[in-house]
């Protein structure tokens, strides 16, 4: 749509998050940090991967010229990014889903916790930038 209505000559620019770029500085288990990380691309957007999608989806719309830029944002704050990326809420959702028990998602949830109470909590993820030119 963004294409179809760009005069030509215009720019088409979008910017989305691939959520498949989500990373967690988790103390602990490795494993279970992929499994949540995972399940927060695959159930908390439309598509996951869409920021990654975006490069070629312009390109097969026509558009030329395309080029990408990728901006990867930090967040040292649990209080602030674990709501904003899910990463608070998407244990409990795992429990209630049947994917994690209740106490994984209570020590994984803690250990963050206390990491950030630690000053040491670090987390992340990249935004893609793709602009194009329509003919």
């Known amino acids: 749509e963004m294409v179809?209505?760009?005069r030509s000559g215009g720019s088409v620019v979008v910017a989305d998050p691939d959520w498949g770029t989500l990373v967690v500085d988790h103390p602990g288990d490795r494993a279970l940090t992929r499994k949540i990380l995972n399940y927060i691309c695959d159930h908390y957007a439309t598509n996951g991967w869409m920021g990654r999608q975006s490069f070629r989806r312009l390109k097969l719309a026509g558009l030329r010229d395309v080029s990408a830029e990728i901006v990867t944002g930090p967040a040292t704050d649990f209080s602030t990014a674990g709501p904003v990326l899910?990463?608070?809420?998407c244990p409990n959702d795992m429990v209630q889903a049947g994917e994690l028990s209740a106490e994984?998602?209570?020590?994984?949830?803690e250990s963050?916790?206390?990491?950030?109470?630690?000053?040491?909590?670090?987390?992340?993820?990249?935004?893609?930038?793709v602009r194009g030119q329509k003919p």
């Open 104 to 109: 994984e998602a209570a020590a994984w949830l």
């Open 86 to 89: 899910h990463i608070v809420t």
């Open 112 to 129: 963050l916790r206390q990491a950030d109470q630690r000053g040491h909590f670090f987390c992340g993820i990249s935004m893609f930038i």
């Open 4 to 6: 179809r209505v760009t």
